[in-house]
């Protein structure tokens, strides 16, 4: 059988990713999803897997496992073709380093593949940290990986 993965970059995600300075504190910088109460802006420069993006899609590429879901999954009689997507949140802190990373849809694919998504993500290396008003801030990503069954 064949299997492949799909890399969907979340271009518009990025609209919705920003960081949040605390106002009674200047060098406070968090995520958007720690609090209601803190300003958002969107970031000046996002955070970038070293290399850019044709080295993050490389990454994930060569390190993902793409035959689990082969393993998880069966093609049931007449179906061509099975398809499912981990969508993966994580954090990139103000050093680059990763943290704080979830299968958003744990519960609606294989869990196998939902860990091995996780798992990529958090072994990876540190990332360049995003930038607002001159200072590196933390910053949430979001990441789509498609695992694609075909008879």
């Not at 060098?27 to 000046?44: A, R």
């Not at 994580?90 to 958003?104: C, L, T």
Request: glycine share 4%; hydrophobic share 40%.
């Amino acid at each position: 059988m064949k299997h492949f993965l799909l890399f969907c970059m979340f271009v518009l995600c990025l609209n919705s990713i920003s960081a949040q300075t605390d106002s009674t504190a200047k060098d406070s910088t968090e995520v958007s999803d720690t609090s209601i109460d803190k300003e958002v802006k969107t970031v000046q420069v996002e955070a970038q897997f070293p290399g850019g993006m044709p080295a993050w899609r490389k990454y994930l590429e060569t390190t993902l496992k793409v035959d689990l879901l082969e393993k998880c999954v069966k093609l049931k009689k007449g179906q061509k073709m099975v398809r499912q997507t981990v969508i993966v949140s994580f954090r990139v802190d103000k050093d680059g380093s990763i943290s704080n990373v979830i299968a958003e849809n744990a519960s609606e694919v294989c869990p196998s593949i939902a860990a091995e998504a996780v798992r990529v993500i958090k072994n990876g290396p540190k990332w360049s940290p995003a930038v607002q008003d001159g200072r590196t801030v933390i910053y949430r990503q979001r990441q789509s990986i498609t695992w694609v069954l075909e008879e």
